[in-house]
C-alpha cells in the first residue's frame, strides 16, 4: 500500500483558497488518490477521487502531476465551517478488499 | 449518492458487557465492508476486512475473538466488542464500497463506545 505524507495542520481564512499537497511517490499504477473530510464525531466524507491530470467537483479540484508522485487537494473560497481534517489516501478502487490505509491528515482551521 | 448507516452513534455500558455494532450499505449492495477504530486525535485504524458470506479478515494485532464481525448479507456487516472494557472505548467507524467499480468508499457516521 502506498505510503502518503501531509502537513498535520494548516490555517487559513473565510474566503481564501487553501491547497492542501500530498506525497505519495509509491504510488503504483492502477492507483487511484481519493481525499475524504472529517469533522469531530463524524465519519470520512468523500470529497474527490482522481488518477491523473486535473479533476473537479463542487466543492473541490483535485490536481494531479503527471508523475502522479503528488496531488493537490485545493478548496476554493474556504467558509468556516470547512475546518476539519483532510485525508488524502491511494489505492487500488478495483482490487478486491481496497483497505485504505489512513494517514495523519492534515487539521485545516478556518479563521474568520 | 452512496450511504452507509451506522447504528446505534452512542453507546454507554459497563464493562464487560458485549456490544454489537451495525452497518448498512442503503442504496447499493457491498460484497465488502471495513471495520475501523480512531482514538482521539489519531487518525482511523483500520481493525478488519468484512466479507459477505465468508471470514473476516483482520488487521495484525487485531483480537479476532474480542471483534466479532459477521457479514451475513450484501447490506449488513455487524462488529460485536465482546466483554468490553475501558480500553475498548473509542470511535468506531464502517466503510463500504460498491464492487469491482472504481467507486470510492463510503464511510458510516461511526459509533462511540464508553465502556464504563
Known amino acids: 500500500l502506498a505510503k502518503t505524507t501531509q502537513p498535520i495542520s494548516m490555517d487559513s481564512y473565510e474566503g481564501q483558497e487553501v491547497n492542501i499537497t500530498c506525497s505519495h511517490n509509491?504510488?503504483?499504477?492502477?492507483?487511484?488518490i481519493t481525499w475524504y473530510q472529517q469533522f469531530p464525531s463524524q465519519g470520512p466524507r468523500f470529497i474527490i477521487q482522481?488518477?491523473?491530470t486535473k479533476v473537479t467537483n463542487e466543492v473541490a479540484s483535485l490536481f494531479i502531476p503527471a508523475d502522479r508522485k503528488s496531488s493537490t487537494l485545493s478548496l476554493p473560497r474556504v467558509s468556516l465551517s470547512d475546518t476539519a481534517v483532510y485525508y488524502c489516501l491511494v489505492g487500488d478502487p478495483k482490487a478486491a478488499g481496497n483497505k485504505l490505509t489512513f494517514g495523519g491528515g492534515t487539521r485545516v482551521l478556518v479563521k474568520p | 449518492g452512496a450511504v452507509v448507516s451506522q447504528h446505534p452513534s452512542r453507546v454507554i455500558c459497563k464493562s464487560g458487557t458485549s456490544v454489537k455494532i451495525e452497518c448498512r450499505s442503503l442504496?447499493?449492495?457491498?460484497?465488502?465492508m471495513f471495520w475501523y477504530r480512531q482514538f482521539p486525535k489519531q487518525s482511523l485504524m483500520l481493525m478488519a476486512t468484512?466479507?459477505?458470506?465468508?471470514?473476516?479478515?483482520?488487521e495484525q494485532g487485531v483480537e479476532k475473538d474480542k471483534f466479532l464481525i459477521n457479514h451475513a448479507s450484501l447490506t449488513l456487516s455487524t462488529l460485536t466488542v465482546t466483554s468490553a472494557h475501558p480500553e475498548d472505548s473509542s470511535f468506531y467507524i464502517c466503510?463500504?464500497?460498491?464492487?469491482?467499480?472504481?467507486?470510492?468508499?463510503?464511510f458510516g457516521d461511526g459509533t462511540r463506545l464508553s465502556i464504563l
Open positions: 442504496d447499493f449492495q457491498a460484497t465488502t
Open positions: 509509491n504510488i503504483a499504477t492502477n492507483d487511484y
Open positions: 468484512s466479507n459477505e458470506g465468508s471470514k473476516a479478515t483482520y
Open positions: 466503510s463500504a464500497r460498491i464492487g469491482g467499480s472504481s467507486q470510492p468508499q463510503h
Open positions: 482522481g488518477y491523473k
